[in-house]
């Protein structure tokens, strides 16, 4: 897929964006060896834009409505994991992953109602 088509789609541009973030704030995470909560937050992070990836070329519109689901459920559990985070002691602030997250969440809630609505 070119930049210019992920440019072009919100979901797709916000979940590599917050990949990123996801990814630069675990290895913060390693460096001070806390290893099973940034695998874990790894995982599930990335996963959400994966599965957002994967859905553009979905072989039916169920399908896509699938996938957007699995995203949606990897943003629930990355939602966990950053509730984890912010209750540990001396962990590094997660607010903006935080608030990333729920533009998320809303965006796939969103794409996950209106393609049922024209899939009925």
Same mark, same amino acid.
């Given at each position: 897929?070119?930049?210019?088509?992920? %440019?072009?789609?919100?979901?797709?541009?916000?979940?590599?964006? =917050?990949?990123?973030?996801? +990814?630069?704030?675990?290895?913060?995470?390693?460096?001070?060896?806390?290893?099973?909560?940034?695998? #874990?937050?790894?995982?599930?992070?990335?996963?959400?834009? *994966?599965?957002? =990836?994967?859905?553009?070329?979905?072989?039916?519109? /169920? /399908? =896509?409505?699938?996938?957007?689901?699995? *995203?949606?459920? &990897?943003? /629930? &559990?990355? #939602?966990?994991?950053?509730?984890?985070?912010? *209750? *540990? &002691?001396?962990?590094? %602030?997660? &607010?903006?992953?935080? $608030?990333?997250?729920?533009?998320? #969440?809303?965006?796939? $809630?969103?794409?996950?109602?209106?393609?049922?609505? +024209?899939n009925n």
């Open positions: 897929m070119q930049n210019s088509m992920i %440019d072009r789609n919100p979901i797709l541009k916000l979940t590599i964006a =917050f990949s990123v973030m996801i +990814v630069n704030y675990c290895e913060e995470l390693r460096l001070t060896n806390r290893y099973i909560i940034g695998n #874990q937050l790894t995982r599930s992070g990335t996963s959400i834009g *994966a599965n957002c =990836f994967e859905a553009q070329n979905g072989e039916s519109k /169920d /399908d =896509f409505i699938h996938k957007i689901k699995i *995203a949606a459920k &990897e943003a /629930d &559990e990355t #939602q966990y994991w950053l509730l984890i985070c912010k *209750a *540990a &002691e001396n962990y590094p %602030d997660c &607010e903006a992953l935080s $608030n990333r997250l729920i533009e998320i #969440q809303k965006v796939l $809630n969103k794409i996950i109602s209106s393609s049922k609505a +024209v």
